[in-house]
Every structure is written in structure tokens, then in C-alpha cells.
Nanobody, 121 residues
Framework: QVRLFERGGGSVQAGGSLRLSCVGSGYTFSGCFSWFRQAPGKERERVGTMLGTSKTTIADSLKGRFTISKDIPKNTLYLQMNDLKPEDSGIYYC????????????????RGQGTQVTVSA
């Protein structure tokens, strides 16, 4: 059974950094993994993706601050977030699917529970 577990959320001041991790249990990491986030009162948005072992994308608005990487032996996907801003606050979700990456959260069959990120001014 596939399970995804996010870790690393927390509270940080603006300008700080956090690294989120997503551990995949029972997963081969051969498809698409994505990070989504949702802030209160806002629509869920895709932060970035990793297809296969190395093809990554980051939302244009986050380029230069956020990066995605993967540690295959550890079955772990990372989201490194630097120079955090209050508007980066929200719940961050790790999701996966066996096929190509999609922009809609609902199209990912495997989803973590989410981890809260709070950035204070």
C-alpha cells in the first residue's frame, strides 16, 4: 500500500528557510511527485514537480527560492524553501501519481496528510 508522509513544517520568520520532506512508503518514485500548497481562503496551487528521477519544475513565482530534490535510496522527496515570505504560509501537500505530472491536485491518487508552514513577518 502506498503512503506518503510529509515532515518538516513549522513556524519561521520571514527570510528564513525550511526543508519539507516527503517519505514514500511502498512507492518506487518512477512517476510524478508534486508539492501543492493551500493558504487559508485561497485555492490550492501547485508548487513544483519531479517526474522520474530528475525532471523538476517549480512554479514561476517561486523560482529562485524553492527547489525540489529527491533522495532515491531514502525514498524521500524534498522541498527546500528559502527566503520565506508570509504569503508562503499554508498547508503543503506531497502527492504522487504513476503517470505524467498534472496541475490539478485531484488527479493525484496518492496524497499525504499535509504539513503546516507558517511564516511570520
Amino acid at each position: 500500500q502506498v503512503r506518503l508522509f510529509e515532515r518538516g513544517g513549522g513556524s519561521v520568520q520571514a527570510g528564513g528557510s525550511l526543508r519539507l520532506s516527503c517519505v514514500g512508503s511502498g512507492y518506487t518514485f518512477s512517476g510524478c511527485f508534486s508539492w501543492f500548497r493551500q493558504a487559508p481562503g485561497k485555492e490550492r496551487e501547485r508548487v513544483g514537480t519531479m517526474l522520474g528521477t530528475s525532471k523538476t519544475t517549480i512554479a514561476d513565482s517561486l523560482k529562485g527560492r524553492f527547489t525540489i530534490s529527491k533522495d532515491i535510496p531514502k525514498n524521500t522527496l524534498y522541498l527546500q524553501m528559502n527566503d520565506l515570505k508570509p504569503e508562503d504560509s499554508g498547508i503543503y501537500y506531497c502527492v504522487a501519481r504513476d503517470d505524467t505530472c498534472m496541475s490539478r491536485f485531484e488527479l493525484y491518487a496518492d496524497r499525504g496528510q499535509g504539513t503546516q508552514v507558517t511564516v511570520s513577518a
